[in-house]
């Protein structure tokens, strides 16, 4: 995964003059639909790069369940 640019100059602005006192970073990729299968999913799934990825089952399962994988 890279980083932007500015994410790490404000790091290291951080690190080296305490400018700052929180950073706070944001992941963001892709927002699946609701009627979006498991295929659908795993079908975005980079074969060759590093992912967080949340999924909520709810096919054939009694009750619903918020998944947190690390791709």
Same mark, same amino acid.
Request: proline letters at 3%.
């Given at each position: 995964?890279?980083?932007?640019?500015?994410?790490?100059?404000?790091?290291?602005?951080?690190?080296?003059?305490? #400018?700052?006192? @929180?950073?706070?970073?944001? @992941?963001?990729?892709?927002?699946?639909?609701?009627?979006? #299968?498991?295929?659908?999913?795993?079908? #975005?799934?980079?074969?060759?790069?590093?992912?967080?990825?949340?999924?909520?089952?709810?096919?054939?399962?009694?009750? #619903?369940? @918020?998944?947190?994988?690390?791709?």
């Amino acid at each position: 995964m890279t980083v932007n640019d500015e994410c790490k100059l404000k790091f290291l602005e951080l690190k080296a003059k305490r #400018s700052f006192r @929180i950073i706070i970073l944001k @992941i963001e990729e892709k927002l699946g639909q609701p009627e979006e #299968s498991y295929e659908d999913f795993t079908a #975005s799934l980079p074969a060759d790069e590093c992912r967080y990825a949340i999924f909520v089952t709810d096919e054939n399962c009694q009750k #619903s369940e @918020i998944l947190f994988i690390s791709w």
